[in-house]
């Protein structure tokens, strides 16, 4: 529900609501231009004396809420509106017609159009209420509950920042539209107007008036709570004095000072007092002119939802005719929030059709397991939202599923996608597999996990599951559409390990330029970071080849380190590259292999070309924080990747130590044995709450997960508790 509202409210009111945001930031200017910053101010008596000595044929003085005092006078010269100096009475000039700020006031209220106009804005800013409420309900939900609402998210691109502006400026705008909203039910009558009126006195005095600043009813009004004063007409008897003021309004008796009658301003009018202020700034520019800036944020909310509406319509746009679920042998269901998830569905449709099975695609929500009498398999790829909760497209799975009676005869698979840098980490995945479970529905394979889209993932899963279907799939993550990539110039190359048999190249690229809309929607080589993926396409092949980054955007170049793999075409190309040679690339995130925030001791084990994601953390470790390395190569023969760099780290403060492993050496070790010589060291550092990182080859990881195993036994620990702590992380290939 609140997703439908916010997308159509949006979708509707775009471009009325960016016209009057930004006519509302050019009006906040104004409050804070034309105030009176005037200190000591004369009390209502010694003003209304002073513009009775100097203007004549005064009729009325009117205190604006920026404090401006004008008088409108009909006298010889005819009717005219002056200002006067509030600390004096002196006339400093005539008003000045603000036609600037008039014209954009009107264009503001009501383009124009008069009450038409009026209504099309009041309406706007209804659907400004309900776009930021439904907005704020919608991120709650994304990042797990309301006490999370300004938690730290990892979104990127337009969904990134539609989420991060809406957070900030998020407040400000409702405060602006429902202000707005309340302002024009009021200007079309629909409220009634609260200002206070005192009853007409039944008598004044007909004696000669006494002068203003003797009269006591004015001169007990202080000048910064007055607000406006009709004077008495000169030669007239029998007419009192009209004030109003922040306390409400009354009026004076012009001979006797009396004050004949009164009545308080009621809380309904001050609170249309402080609609008004909020909604103006008048009153309190600084206040106004921080409304206004954030009302700057509305043509960026309005670009960047349009962008994630366009691209979710394109992902479900695309989809491949579709088998009806009596007569398809694999029953594919979706569980979507933003549309993300159907790019692997329709991947894995695509490999499933290139075998020769038919698929039937649709929402986890139209499960209708009677249907699947014939399917072969049955597959749900289900997301995760906020805190464990169900996307858009599966809210009504679980009570559906819940209201079977028998479960169907194919197998069951369940592969979840979430984002590992939240606790609730597919949990909704999870949640799915054990109430299919508790309904007696088989398993194919255990439920796997697709982590922020990652296709390594996604290929992972799709191989155990061609084993256990008996399907002939290939590589599923290489129907996956093609991303675009950019092309990136060779800068610098380094070559180590050739005298080893092991050639590893350090490969420097330079950062390719970026647009102003590239970097606020952190497009592709914009916001990466050390760990995060290199997708390389090699020449002669789509299929993309994944390296870890060695670097992030903030040091201004792109690194990977690659192993030339005995007839590997993407590292064959890639070692081959000289400077000024280009390739065609595009990165990922893996933002569950970034160095972790704080100031724990970090763990950095990696072997051959995975020294590159780690030596990219450790050149980001500018705080120095403590931070031990254990690296395993072949031999020193042919050098050691990052060498000098890891001596000028040391120097820094950036590299605690770093204990080499040589499996080629006269003391042969790999980087197990490494650790196995420094138990009490790394017990130490994990009782500290320090951090294990590992990168590279699969056998490797496995070796040190071993090791690690029984450094941890007897701490009382174990590698999934500390994987549950978010203190192990794994990439390898």
Known sequence: MFRALHR??????????????????????????????????????????????????????????????????????????????????????????????????????????????????????????????????????????????????????????????????????????????????????????????????????????????????????????????????????????????????????????????????????????????????QGASLLGLLLGLMALSVPVLSGSGLLIWLGGRSRQGKRLPNTPAEAADVILLVGSEGGTTWRFAHAFARSLSDVGKTTHLAEMNDFTPAQYKRAQSIVLFAATYGDGDAPE??????????????PPAAPLSVLGFGDSTFPAFCAYADT???????????LLLDTHHVDRQAPRDFAKWGTEFAAASGFALGDVSTALTRRPTRSLTLVSKKLYGETAQAPTAVLRFALPKQTLLGRLMKRDFTAFEAGDLLNVIPEGDDSPRSYSLASGSKDGFVEICVR????????????????????????????????????????????????GALAGMIRGNTRKRETHLFFGMRSRAGGIPFEIEFEDWADNGQLSDLVL?????????????????????????????????????????????????????????????????????????
């Open 393 to 406: 497209s599966a809210r009504e799975f679980l009570e559906a599923l819940a209201d079977m009676e028998t």
């Open 8 to 281: 159509w409210a949006g979708l509707a009111a775009a471009l009325l609501l960016i016209i009057v945001s930004l006519t509302g930031v050019i009006l906040s200017f104004f409050p804070l231009l034309s105030a009176d910053r005037t200190g000591a101010r004369l009390d209502a008596g010694a003003l209304v004396a002073a513009v009775q000595e100097n203007v004549q044929g005064a009729q009325q003085i009117r205190v604006d809420d920026n404090g401006v005092v004008t008088v409108s006078a009909f006298g010889d010269t005819g009717f005219q509106q002056l200002r006067i100096d509030p600390a004096s009475g002196d006339v400093l000039g005539p008003v000045q017609s603000g036609g600037l700020e008039l014209w954009f006031e009107n264009l503001h209220r009501n383009l124009f159009l008069s009450d038409t106009g009026q209504m099309a804005v009041l309406i706007a800013s209804v659907a400004m209420v309900a776009l930021m409420l439904s907005g704020f309900a919608l991120a709650a939900r994304r990042l797990g509950g309301w006490r999370k609402l300004f938690a730290r998210d990892r979104g990127e691109g337009a969904g990134g920042l539609h989420l991060k502006i809406a957070r900030i400026a998020g407040l400000g705008l409702i405060v602006s539209a429902f202000t707005g909203v309340w302002m024009g039910l009021a200007t079309l009558g629909l409220i009634p107007d609260p200002s206070p009126m005192a009853p007409f006195p039944s008598e004044i005095s007909t004696q000669t008036t006494s002068p203003a600043d003797e009269l006591a009813g004015l001169t007990a009004i202080p000048g910064d709570t007055l607000r406006s004063v009709n004077l008495p007409s000169q030669g007239m008897s029998g007419q009192a004095y009209e004030v109003e003021t922040d306390a409400g309004a009354g009026f004076v008796d012009p001979v006797t000072g009396e004050m004949l009658s009164w009545a308080d301003r009621s809380g309904w009018s001050r609170a249309m007092d402080v609609i008004h202020l909020l909604h103006t700034g």
């Open 564 to 611: 030339k793999a005995p007839g590997g075409l993407a590292s064959g190309q890639l070692c081959a590259l000289n400077p000024g040679d280009t390739i065609a690339a595009y990165t990922t995130p893996n933002a569950q292999f970034h160095a972790p925030e704080g100031d724990a001791p970090l763990v950095l084990i990696g072997a051959g070309a995975g020294i």
């Open 661 to 733: 492993a040589l499996s080629r050496s006269e003391t042969p070790r790999y980087v197990q044995h490494a650790l196995q010589d420094e138990v009490a060291k790394l017990r130490d550092l994990i009782r500290r709450g320090a951090h294990v990182m590992i990168c590279g080859g699969r056998d490797m990881g496995d070796g040190v997960r071993a090791v690690f195993e029984d450094i941890l036994a007897p701490l009382g620990l174990s590698v999934r508790h500390l994987e549950e702590e978010g203190r192990y992380a794994v990439d390898v290939f």
């Open 432 to 442: 799915v597999t054990r109430a299919a479970e508790a309904k007696g529905w088989a």
